[in-house]
């Protein structure tokens, strides 16, 4: 597949400080790359160097196989037209919505009938027919974003690029938010966002990269960052929340006297691992239910607290034998059929496949 974005060795510095450190990406044509991260991670220093608002210290950067470390005048602004880079404030013009989306394609010399054409289009993209009189700092934080969308798709670049676009909006103005970026990568466009939400980044990205302390941590599929994290950072950041320390026996990994089997464990005996588990792939046993080959990893534990935990689930805090504490979240149904309380004694299945295991 070929890369729209390639990057190698990119490094930036404010003053005396590091931001970025030895970035590494390459970016293909087509994809919703998503750089999630915690706030000061470098992700807008990032995206701000992609369209060359500013140049890195050191490393490169190629789009379209040509370098914009060197690129100069109108090959330079040929480049820029290709791509758009929205900021999360949302901002607009005081002026009609009309005229905040046209005002792209006015400097670019577009004629006024295909102009109206293309605003329209764009409207449309983003759910904002009618709209076209009002004026645009009069509406809400969402409309506006919704703005600053059709801002930007109506200059058809082949990029588009998102710095944080739901971080000010409520779950409903995400929702859609999240809707017409879809809509828009549908069209052929590339799109390129960064985010501190994982629930955004594993739900839209085809690729993520975890970025802390101006260094990528992990780039995958969501699938492989969400269940397969290759750091204690990256877990923890995905919601594996159960970070446990481990030494590797003949045949299972030892935390706190408790033996675990874990399969295919890539690491020698004696070494000391880490495995993460979520909270959600803990399961729950009936006080008859026997270690097995099902269940080979049961631990008896006492219910120390209890909260909602998201729209259908509880979440528990088991203090297991050895002093270890567990969180698992389980429906809400599981805790009325179980009769769960705090101070109860229950056992726990930590499923192998369950366990991950970072050497």
Partial sequence: MRAVFQISGLSKSYDEKRVLEDIGLKINIGEIFCILGPSGAGKTTLLRL??????????????????????????????????????????????????????????????????????????????????AKRNARTLSGGEKQRVTFAMAAVLEPEVLLFDEPTANL???????????????????????????????????????????????????????????????????????ENILEGVVKSSSIAVNGIELKVPGVMA????????????????????????????????????????????????????????????ADVPRHVVRVMKLEVGKEIKASLKPESCHVIA
Avoid: W
């Fill in 170 to 240: 409520d779950p409903i103005n995400e929702e859609i938010i999240n809707e017409i970026m879809l809509r828009i990568n549908a069209l052929g466009i590339t799109m390129v966002f960064t985010t501190h939400k994982q629930e955004e980044a594993l739900s839209l990205a085809t690729r993520i990269a975890v970025i802390n302390k101006g260094r990528f941590e992990q780039i995958g599929a969501p699938e492989d960052i969400f269940y397969r994290p290759a750091t204690p950072f990256v877990a923890r950041f995905v919601g594996a």
């Fill in 50 to 131: 992609l369209n060359c608002l500013e140049k890195p210290n050191n490393g490169s950067i190629y789009f379209n196989g040509t370098n914009l470390m060197t690129a100069r005048g109108a090959e330079l602004l040929s480049i820029r037209r290709k791509m758009a880079l929205v900021f999360q404030e949302g901002a607009v013009f005081n002026a009609s919505v009309y005229d905040n989306v046209a005002y792209g394609l006015k400097v670019r010399g577009i004629g006024r009938e295909e102009i109206r054409k293309k605003v329209k289009e764009a409207l449309e993209i983003v759910g904002l027919r009618g709209y």
């Fill in 268 to 327: 020698r005996v004696g070494e000391t691992v880490i495995i993460c588990i979520r909270p959600e792939e803990i399961l729950l046993l009936r006080e008859n239910i026997p270690p097995t080959r099902a269940y080979p990893n049961v631990v008896k534990g006492r219910i120390t607290r209890m909260s909602p935990y998201g729209k259908a689930l509880i979440r528990l805090l088991l203090e297991v034998d050895k002093g270890l504490i567990l969180k």
